[in-house]
């Protein structure tokens, strides 16, 4: 083995090698002159051994003679490329054989073929050559883990989120026979929230709020919400106070480019009365018997957030529901499907629903929004929320 020439600088990179020879003296000559230069020998008799350190001690190049016992060089190159798992290990040939075919052949595997006997700075040479694919590897390498980390990470922390947020919401009341209501979200987390409960005199009282946006941070926004409405409706606290509350609460917290609209439904089941108000969101609409609509109750306040005292307490709605009286509820996302104008999309709601009986209308929305085969797709969070009069009384009853 050469080593007349003057020895190269020591590298900037330590790369471990893999040095695969049957002949002792080769290999511990490999190993003498590699680890002067600064770098880690990995030895191996033969090609089978050569594989197996493969796969346990993930070198950075390897060097292969090609006539070795048990495995030659050629199916310990072909082996090794078969488990490299989609990463580029360099790889070179260090043999006595020099005629054209098996150069040939070794290069269908290898990056380069060095005859015996080895100059070692022309080996050298050739591996100085891999340092800068090998370093950018090995950033690339520690970025993937960091990014996997980091996605593991965040993986654990949006399962322990939406639990969490799962088991809040599971502390409302589900729905029933009188308040039929699904939330279809367009993400993990939902943007759209429907809160159901009755206060102490059996009062009912419906919230469906729907965050700008959607995923975690609209889900963050409408969270607030679901503490101030449920402790106050748990108080029996009119409706005026609940909303004014919340608007507050978002107030005080969030960021001024948020905001929420917002539905506030509460009902005096002796008296059928309903008040009402709307932030923000598509009409209310009040259907009959035979699905015609009476009445809409578009939204006369801007959105929670956005809007002032004086706007809420003059925004109040009120009507009566009866027997045979659906209040129809849903957030901008139903309307929306197909990224349709919300003219056309409120109009097609309108359309599903007409000659609708009750009992059918919750299912006749749910189908609308998902039609299969109809290109509707919902790219938005999706509220809808059905209160039947007919069920009013036999519900407070219970």
């Not at 159901?196 to 469906?208: A, D, F, G, K, V």
């Not at 008040?275 to 939204?299: A, F, K, S």
Request: proline share 6%; charged share 20%.
């Amino acid at each position: 083995m050469s080593t007349s020439m003057p020895m190269p600088p020591r590298p900037t990179v330590s790369l471990r090698v893999l040095i695969a020879d049957d002949n002792n003296f080769g290999r511990l000559m490999l190993k003498e002159c590699l680890e002067k230069s600064g770098h880690h020998a990995i030895l191996a008799e033969d090609g089978q051994q050569a594989l197996e350190l493969f796969e346990t001690e993930h070198p950075d190049v390897v060097l292969l003679d090609v006539v070795m016992p048990r495995m030659d060089g050629f199916e310990a190159a072909r082996r090794i490329r078969q488990h490299s798992r989609g990463q580029h290990t360099p790889l070179l040939f260090l043999s006595a054989l020099d005629d054209q075919a098996s150069k040939i052949e070794g290069l269908t595997y290898a990056d380069g073929y060095i005859e015996k006997p080895i100059q070692f700075d022309m080996l050298l040479a050739r591996l100085n050559s891999f340092f800068r694919q090998i370093h950018i590897n090995r950033q690339l390498n520690q970025q993937k883990m960091a990014s996997e980390a980091a996605l593991q990470q965040l993986e654990e922390e949006t399962e322990m989120g939406a639990y969490v947020l799962s088991r809040i919401l599971a502390s409302a009341r589900a729905p029933d026979d009188l308040v039929q209501y699904l939330v279809s979200p367009a993400s993990r987390f939902s943007g759209d929230v429907v809160l159901y409960e009755h206060s102490p005199q059996q009062e009912i009282y419906i919230l469906l709020a729907d965050a700008v946006g959607h995923g975690i941070s609209a889900a963050l926004n409408v969270f607030p919400l679901f503490q101030v409405f449920m402790s106050m409706v748990r108080k029996g606290l009119p409706l005026l106070e609940i909303v004014e509350e919340m608007n507050q609460t978002l107030c005080a917290i969030m960021p001024v480019d948020r905001f929420v609209s917002a539905i506030v439904l509460h009902i005096h089941p002796p008296t059928r009365s309903v008040t009402l108000w709307n932030g923000g969101c598509p009409p209310v609409l009040l259907l009959d018997e035979h699905g015609t609509i009476q009445r809409q109750m578009p939204p006369e306040c801007p959105p929670l957030r956005l809007a002032d005292r004086e706007m809420i307490r003059h925004s109040i709605q009120t009507l009566t529901l009866e027997a045979s009286q659906n209040l129809i509820l849903f957030s901008d996302g139903l309307v929306e499907i197909g990224r349709r104008p919300a003219s056309e999309g409120l109009s097609l709601i309108q359309q599903t629903l007409h000659g609708s009986r009750d009992g059918t209308r919750f299912d006749k929305l749910v189908n609308y929004l998902q039609a299969p085969g109809e290109g509707l797709t919902a790219h938005d969070d999706v509220s809808i929320v059905v209160v039947r009069g007919a069920q009013l009384n036999l519900s407070t009853k219970c």
